[in-house]
């Protein structure tokens, strides 16, 4: 499945700031631009894409989902002697470094890694005449 997108801007960033003490853990992330795009590679290994949204704006970007723990860990079968991954719910807001055509976008996952590409906006200059 994939994850669902919110192109909204009247989506709020501070009600999510409000749910950080619910964070268990931030993806790590790549990002760089070429000369008309953004390409953003999110690691996201074990996680359901139907358990994350994406939130869009021109300059920046909320990822929020959860990784779900394994039956294993939920159930009361074993001693833990490591316990290193992270589960739970997650966040990460990344800025972009240029503003971003939110419209248009591609997405593909592969090993665990959502990689995003986004057009970059390009500045129109409109020349203004004078009498």
């Known amino acids: 499945m994939d994850p ?3 192109l909204d801007n ?3 960033f501070e009600e999510q700031e409000a749910l950080t003490g619910l964070i268990n853990w931030q993806p790590l992330y790549n990002l760089y631009t070429t000369t008309d795009s953004i390409i953003v590679h999110i690691e996201l290994p074990g996680v359901n894409l139907q358990d994350v949204v994406i939130y869009l704006r021109s300059n920046y ?3 929020v989902g959860n990784r779900k723990a394994p039956s294993e860990l939920v159930r009361n079968c074993c001693i833990f002697h490591s316990l290193e991954i992270p589960y739970g ?3 990460r807001r990344i800025d ?3 503003p971003v055509e939110i419209r248009r976008y591609d997405y593909d996952i592969k090993d665990g890694i959502l990689t995003m590409q986004f057009q970059a906006l390009t500045e129109t200059i409109i020349p203004v005449e004078g009498d």
Do not use: A, E, G, W
């Open 10 to 12: 009247d989506f709020d």
């Open 89 to 91: 719910r997650f966040s």
């Open 96 to 98: 972009f470094p240029v």
């Open 4 to 6: 669902q997108f919110i």
């Open 61 to 63: 970007m909320l990822v």
